[in-house]
């Protein structure tokens, strides 16, 4: 009976050492009492002294090895993020054109009164071309003076010589096989300028699409590289971010119109789409 009572107490220590150990980690802990008459858990807090006459067992329960690992692989995830890259070539269907008419006279009054018969006739012969109204618009209008060339001195005024008007307008050709013969038409018409000549696409949605898929493909390729680098798989994907995918237009420079034939080549328009993506790995 004695060597009973001092395995008994033995057992209750190591159980009361235990708990102390368990509760400075925060964690609740339970042990589970079983004899012949049955079993029972119960907090570990709330263990008291068993008497000698109860005779039962202590059996403490605690995470096992595997329940660790899954608990620290949901609080680490693994993941991999990758760009890439798309780009589609396209033929422009459409150009924009900003040109208009520069007059020069004495007076104010004059320079703007030519300025406006000119480029009243040059707006007549867009139209005439096939130009809606609602593919042109005023762009700018200005008047300035203009003054001798002499040397610049100190106090001196500036001598007035005569005054400049200009009127630009820019325009929307949808047909560019014709575009060199409107050119043409508004050199006639009185127009001696062109600010600039853009081509774009008119509907570039669908180029956007293609670009867009392109820069997946790309973003996909590299991470399943380095997934199998790693040893591993892709998993679900968790973020996408894009950039780009706004076509530029071709532009072409400021000239002085000519009455000669005017050659156009609009060359190719590129659409790009960059993306960033992000998986989980597993």
Wanted: glycine fraction near 8%; hydrophobic fraction near 45%; charge should be negative.
């Amino acid at each position: 009976m004695k060597h009973r009572i001092r395995i008994m107490a033995i057992v209750i220590l190591v159980v009361v050492i235990t708990g102390g150990i368990f509760a400075l980690s925060g964690q609740a802990k339970t042990f589970t009492a079983a004899d012949e008459a049955g079993q029972m858990t119960l907090p570990l807090h709330s263990l008291e002294p068993i008497s000698q006459s109860e005779g039962r067992a202590i059996h403490l329960e605690i995470p096992n090895e595997a329940e660790r690992q899954v608990q620290s692989a949901d609080e680490t995830q693994r993941t991999v993020s990758v760009s890439g890259s798309g780009q589609v070539q396209a033929q422009p269907d459409q150009a924009i054109v900003r040109l208009g008419v520069q007059t020069q006279a004495e007076a104010a009054e004059q320079a703007l009164s030519e300025n406006n018969t000119k480029m009243q006739a040059l707006l007549d012969t867009l139209k005439q071309a096939g130009i809606p109204a609602e593919d042109i618009q005023t762009q700018a209008l200005r008047l300035h003076p203009l003054y001798e060339e002499q040397p610049i001195q100190q106090g001196a005024n500036q001598t007035v010589r005569g005054y400049m008007a200009a009127n630009t307008v820019e325009v929307r050709a949808r047909n560019l096989a014709n575009l060199g013969e409107l050119l043409d038409a508004a050199v006639e018409a009185g127009g001696n300028t062109i600010e600039g000549v853009s081509f774009e696409v008119s509907d570039s949605a669908e180029l956007l699409d293609q670009a867009r898929a392109a820069a997946m493909q790309d973003a996909l390729r590299k991470a399943e590289q380095l997934a199998s680098l790693a040893d591993a798989s892709l998993g679900s994907v968790l973020t996408i971010n894009e950039f780009g995918g706004f076509p530029r237009p071709v532009a072409r420079g400021e000239m002085a119109l000519e009455a000669a034939a005017v050659p156009i080549e609009p060359g190719t328009h590129s659409i790009s789409v960059e993306v960033q993506v992000t998986w989980l790995l597993q």
